[in-house]
């Protein structure tokens, strides 16, 4: 009886079986699939911030241990931050919309991806063949896509040339009744289909050159109201 007891008080008290390398592995494996683990983890934007404090970290730690190298690390860090806010004050943010000129857009009810120099340079092909209407159309269309380019104002497919004329005198006062001249020519021989002129021609000519070397009453550009 005592021999008994004793047995069974030892196998109570002995402790859990110690895992196998294959069992150990499994159970970790299964502990770091856990969700919380990965939400832990830290995201590369946390990473491309960490590698930035470190390496000013380590540019003014070196700086505070001396020698001429640190303190030229340093003073090309200034400079490059300086040149940036230089150029962010002088061109101001890039605008998403200029980048997209040199795809196809819609342009007063037509697809057209080509640049307003493209459109000047078509224009005046077409001119030289005395083929008025296009030249006429093709023209007008430089002179929106140039204003386009330049951020003064921004032409939304949809936008006719009339509401696209009055957005550009209001940036544009001194150009605003060139500006109703030239739309008019392109809905006469646009839409109304009456013959395109020699004369129509130079007019929006002359206007495209006058605004292309004028500069905006303010600085943000504006949005044509369709």
């Known amino acids: 009886m005592l021999a008994w007891a004793g047995g069974a008080s030892a196998d109570t008290d002995a402790p859990p079986l110690t895992p196998d390398a294959d069992e150990a592995r499994r159970w970790a494996e299964q502990e770091l699939s856990d969700r919380a683990y990965e939400i832990a983890q830290p995201t590369p934007f946390d990473r491309a911030a960490r590698a930035v404090g470190d390496f000013f970290a380590n540019i003014f730690n070196a700086q505070l241990s001396g020698g001429w190298g640190s303190a030229f690390a340093v003073i090309a860090a200034i400079v490059v931050i300086v040149l940036i806010v230089v150029a962010f004050a002088i ?8 980048r997209s000129h040199a795809a196809a857009t819609t342009l007063f009810g037509e697809a057209e991806g080509r640049s307003a120099a493209e459109l000047r340079r078509d224009a005046a092909s077409h001119a030289a063949r005395e083929e008025w ?74 206007i495209d050159e006058a605004v292309s070397v004028q500069h905006p009453t303010q600085d943000v550009a504006l949005a044509v109201s369709r």
């Open 91 to 98: 061109w101001g943010r890039p605008r998403a919309t200029r």
């Open 133 to 206: 209407d296009a030249a006429v159309v093709l023209r007008f269309r430089a002179l929106a896509r140039g204003l386009d380019e330049r951020g003064i104002v921004d032409a939304p497919p949809g936008a006719t040339v009339h509401s696209f004329a009055r957005a550009a005198g209001r940036r544009l006062p001194a150009a605003r009744d060139g500006l109703d001249a030239a739309a008019t020519a392109f809905d006469d021989v646009r839409y109304l289909r009456r013959p395109g002129t020699a004369d129509l021609y130079h007019r929006v000519v002359d």
